[in-house]
């Protein structure tokens, strides 16, 4: 599902990531872990192709992200799913718009769009919360509701950007329990996150970053 | 993506954000309306005087005048040389006083100068109406210059030099309403272009998210041109409505008693085309200002 080549991301003088190489294969649930700053959102910025690699190759469902024209990335995206730490939640649309949005933007019929949030909502358990506003809702909530959003495209990879973030540790564990469903299902998952206690909790194969590099002797497979 | 569906996603979201920002898509409506006005209102009056124009000169008039002191034999003469004439469909003699009595009928404010001259100045003519396939310049020049000979006449005018004379007036006229309407009507497109921008800035969150989840650019800036649209037809409508009540009180002005002349004008409203042609120019202004505003979009999340 991801293949990453030698990849190096530059900032003018800053280096974020050095020469990292990894493979994840379909259907993994992998962690990538490190402290602020090592360039986990770097990695996934480049995974969902917001940016390019300075150097290397990228191969995400399929597809060359460095040689992939601009115009296609909206293609591209349909197959990600994206969980950010701050929910990304618009606020001025209720909770059910927030998912059905998506569905009439990727071209599905106002019906299609309709009932697939329906059940999306219903499968993260915030369906009674359909009519009312972000800020209406808990934090939990909304991480739930930003899920089904980026599950409205069915999409074969989950990238989540430290989606337990700003949630306390059971509203933590409830999340990653949504995670591992959405795994169970066939969908790979990807999650950023420096919360140790979650990994080790869940326990599943982790890609360390330190200092924009990967840590070896965490990685479990990596291309050779 | 349909395209039904994308119009419909776009238009909807559309009104959706003008719903929710009435006073400043206000603005912009406003400022299409009045540069609309402006525009169309100098275009009423020039499509008003050129229906004038060509209706005096559908008339087909020449106007052959006498020379002072005609004796009744001239008169007489140039009467059967008029009559002979296959070219005409039919004639009178006005004499001098009913040219006066015309004058007095005509320019009500300036019909008391003839009371303070001593004399009528006013000569006494023929008016002749020129048969339909006569009635063009050339047919009309050697009528005139024909009868220009005769004894008796002092000259023959027809209407068609002076009506080129007032087209020209008239397309000048049009002229300085497209330059003035043109200057409003930029006007007009920047304030839209900066309510789109404003509201390009508010929808940040909703644009970074919809390119997230893969939405074209196509989707995300389609509802913003669709509202400038929106803004261009509803200012349109607006000066439309505008010019209608003006042409109305005109009318009513005219028929309520007004200079004599002005009811040989017959004020028309715009026809079907130049009505479009507004509408469109409404329309056009309002996504000219909406693709101007993405410049606040493009440097946003990609």
Known sequence: MIRCFHVTKRYGAITALTDISFQIDEGEFVFLTGQSGAGKTTLLRLLYRAELPTSGQLIVAGRNLATMPRRQVPRFRRRLGLVFQDFKLIEDRTVFDNVALVGLAVGFSFTESQRRASELLRLVDVDGRAQLFPAQVSGGEQQRVSIARALMTAPKLLLADEPTGNLDPERANEIMRIFHAINQSGTTVLVATHDADLIGTVGRRTLTLEAGRLNTLAVASQVS | ?302
């Open chain 2, 1 to 302: 993506m349909r395209a039904d569906r994308y119009l419909k996603l776009c238009f909807g979201e559309a009104l959706r954000g003008l719903a929710g920002r009435r006073r400043a898509a206000s603005s912009a409506v406003l400022i299409i309306a009045l540069s609309l006005v402006v525009l169309g209102g100098f275009l009423l009056v020039s499509h008003n005087l050129n229906g004038l124009l060509h209706r005096w000169r559908e008339r087909g008039h020449v106007q052959v005048f006498l020379e002072p002191g005609f004796t009744v034999s001239q008169q007489q003469a140039v009467a059967d040389a008029i009559r002979e004439s296959p070219e005409i469909d039919s004639f009178r003699f006005m004499s001098a006083d009913e040219a006066a009595t015309q004058f007095r009928n005509d320019f009500q404010e300036l019909g008391d100068l003839l009371t303070f001259l001593e004399e009528n100045p006013l000569p006494a003519s023929f008016v002749i109406t020129v048969r339909e396939r006569s009635r063009n310049e050339g047919a009309l020049l050697t009528l005139a210059e024909n009868w220009e000979t005769l004894p008796g006449v002092d000259a023959a005018q027809y209407d068609l030099e002076v009506i080129r004379r007032l087209e020209l007036g008239v397309n000048g006229l049009r002229f300085v309403g497209i330059v003035l309407g043109g200057v409003v009507l930029i006007a007009a497109i920047i304030t839209t272009a900066n309510v789109i921008r404003v509201l390009v800035v508010a929808r940040r969150r909703e644009i970074i998210v919809l390119r997230l989840v893969g939405a074209t650019e196509s989707v995300v800036r389609g509802r913003f041109l669709a509202e400038g649209a929106i803004q261009g037809f509803l200012g349109s409508v607006f000066a439309l409505m505008i010019l209608y009540a003006i042409c109305r009180i005109g009318v009513s002005f005219v028929t309520a008693g007004g200079p004599p002349l002005l009811s040989l004008v017959e004020l028309q409203f715009f026809n079907v085309v130049l009505f479009a042609q507004l509408i469109g120019l409404g329309v056009a202004a309002g996504l000219i200002g909406a693709l101007l505003a993405f410049g606040a979009a493009d440097s946003l999340e990609q």
